[in-house]
């Protein structure tokens, strides 16, 4: 009972939050190190990038993984706190070169193999990684994956209409932003009672601190911009099917961003890992 609890306790650790430069731009990490890991998991979040807001994530993955992988998440530039780029505004192409050199950067000399877990867009982001360093990623997981426009979606098309107008983006910046009169308590009894509802303590403060900045709202919708005229193509499928046996998808039944329709497409190809709902 004595060893299994000290292992126990030794696969319970929290995240580290740290910042870096990387690509010149200040950037949000949160890492758990292994002592000796036998792989790494590089997290890439959706959008927006928070990365603190899959803090409890990272936390249980560490965990079921039992302490062999060491887990780290890079945040988005500039889906901040604070407002480390002045002001300035990146795009989906830009974020994903970010992530490029990150690696190039911080997991160059990993003598170990990468898994890349990505959330929603982060999902995409994942698979131009895989396409960079295909020697060094040995899978690729997608968790509600963002891989191409859903043309059924009203609240898609919704958010892509604010996203395509300057002036929209930033009136709906400041008025999120706008939200910090409210002090923090009242901010977080706001987001619980609304988008946030089935969220963890966490995830509520993620929100409050990060996505109430205009620079941070700015990135948001600047960034989702230029990912719907990049994810207005078809998905790579002959990169996916080359590349099938590194690949897995997690799809959920009321997810706008990867519906059952992209669902069904992936199917066609027998050999990937699927699983439907299997978070519900």
């Not at 190190?33 to 590089?42: D, I, R, S, Y």
């Not at 060094?136 to 891989?147: S, W």
């Not at 900045?213 to 078809?234: D, G, I, P």
Request: with cysteine; aromatic share 12%; net charge neutral.
């Amino acid at each position: 009972m004595e060893t299994q609890n000290k292992l126990m306790n030794e696969t319970k650790r929290h995240v580290k939050s740290r910042l870096c430069r990387v690509s010149g731009s200040m950037t949000e990490m949160m890492e758990i190190q292994a002592e000796n890991p036998t792989f790494h998991v590089l997290f890439i979040p959706g959008n927006p990038g928070v990365v603190s807001f899959y803090k409890d994530f990272l936390e249980s993955l560490y965990e079921f993984l039992g302490g062999n992988a060491s887990v780290i998440a890079i945040g988005q530039i500039s889906h901040t706190s604070k407002d480390w780029e002045s002001g300035r505004l990146f795009s989906f192409q830009e974020q994903i070169d970010h992530k490029i050199d990150f690696i190039r950067q911080e997991l160059e000399s990993v003598k170990v193999p990468i898994i890349l877990v990505g959330h929603s867009i982060g999902s995409y982001i994942s698979l131009e990684l895989l396409k960079k360093f295909s020697d060094k990623v040995v899978y690729c997981i997608g968790l509600y994956p963002f891989l191409t426009l859903n043309q059924q979606s009203t609240k898609q098309s919704l958010i892509g209409k604010l996203a395509a107008s300057s002036v929209l983006s930033a009136t709906a910046s400041f008025l999120i932003a706008s939200l910090r009169l409210l002090p923090m308590s009242a901010a977080r009894l706001l987001v619980s009672k609304s988008i946030g509802a089935s969220w963890s303590d966490t995830a509520v403060q993620a929100t409050c601190t990060h996505l109430r900045q205009y620079h941070t709202m700015r990135n948001v919708l600047f960034m989702a911009k230029s990912e719907f005229r990049e994810l207005a193509a078809e998905p790579d499928w002959d990169f996916m099917r080359e590349n099938q046996s590194k690949l897995a998808f997690l799809f959920g039944i009321d997810d706008h961003w990867g519906p059952l329709q992209l669902f069904e497409e992936v199917t066609w190809f027998p050999f990937f890992s699927l699983n439907q709902n299997a978070l519900s």
